[in-house]
């Protein structure tokens, strides 16, 4: 008599032999993820991203998450009465500013992550770039065009940073001993100030440093999508340029790749943006022929 199958059990069991080519080629390679955005406010994706963490971490891939806290940073501000002001986008951080930042950052969020990793059966380790000589820091030099004269001007943005030397000593000693880091994206400089650093920007350093197989920036949105709104699933910096000279990509999406493709260009094999709102979006990208968001390799 032959046995009846069960069609959800066999289709689980595909899954598995799907994955196992991709299995292969990533066991002992690291992966750095940039978490943020507003999966981080969300208790079930938080936990699935935990969990997606702890099972790279089991199959042999060595995972490191880098995390933002944006709004979590302004919401903080604004409870403790600290005026936040934008130029351009970007936050101004004064001393106060920069105080907060970094205990929202290294903090309430850093250990929050911690925990969910713990919770879903995995060891984490919190850090931030000030920990064992991880990132030193240099203020960010930014300009501004003055719209009546149309002269470039210098802006202060405060203590903003972006990430001028890795040591990824820490990393590997952490990710070797079985630990899953969980870097916050504060840095000190050479003049021993603390710098607020942008995650993906931190992300991105961190992941070329490594020679990561993957740099993961979960974001808000299905990833790069074309004139008419299809998901574009693999691009080149030669691609990225037209798109943004076509207009195609526009507003934060740009700053993003442009990441991707310093990162890419520095050592990380190729850069992933994905959308943080889709559950496991992660291993579905990983595992799977299909991906789930825009991969930028050289």
Not at 71 to 85: H, N
Not at 274 to 284: E, N, Q
């Amino acid at each position: 008599m032959t046995q009846s199958h069960d069609p959800l059990m066999l289709a689980k069991a595909e899954t598995l032999v799907e994955a196992l080519p991709y299995l292969q080629r990533y066991a002992g390679r690291t992966f750095v993820v940039k978490y943020g955005g507003h999966a981080m406010g969300d208790p079930e994706l938080a936990r699935d991203f935990a969990e997606d963490v702890v099972l790279l971490k089991a199959v042999g891939i060595n995972p490191v998450v880098v995390h933002g806290g944006g709004p979590q940073i302004g919401a903080m501000l604004k409870k403790l009465g600290v005026e936040s002001k934008f130029i351009d986008g970007l936050r101004v951080t004064d001393k106060a500013t920069a105080e907060v930042a970094e205990m929202v950052l290294s903090g309430a969020i850093n250990k929050e992550l911690v925990g969910w990793i713990a919770g879903a059966g995995g060891k984490a380790l919190g850090i931030s770039g000030k920990d064992g000589g991880l990132v030193i820091a240099t203020k960010v030099q930014r300009t501004t065009k003055d719209p009546e004269s149309n002269i470039e001007q210098a802006i202060d943005l405060g203590f903003v940073g972006e990430p001028t030397s890795v040591d990824v000593t820490l990393i590997e000693t952490a990710s070797a001993a079985g630990m899953i880091p969980v870097i916050a994206p504060i840095a000190p400089g050479v003049d021993g100030e603390t710098y607020n650093i942008n995650a993906d920007t931190m992300a991105g350093a961190i992941a070329a440093a490594l020679g990561a197989a993957r740099l993961f920036l979960l974001t808000d949105v299905a990833g790069v999508l074309d004139k008419q709104g299809n998901l574009l699933t693999d691009l080149t910096p030669a691609d990225i340029s037209k798109l943004q000279e076509d207009g195609t990509i526009s507003g934060g999406m740009i700053p993003k790749l442009e990441t991707c493709i310093h990162a890419v260009e520095a050592g990380c094999e190729a850069a992933v943006v994905l959308d943080g709102r889709v559950p496991h979006a992660m291993l579905i990208e990983v595992f799977t022929a299909r991906g789930a968001g825009t991969l930028i390799r050289r």
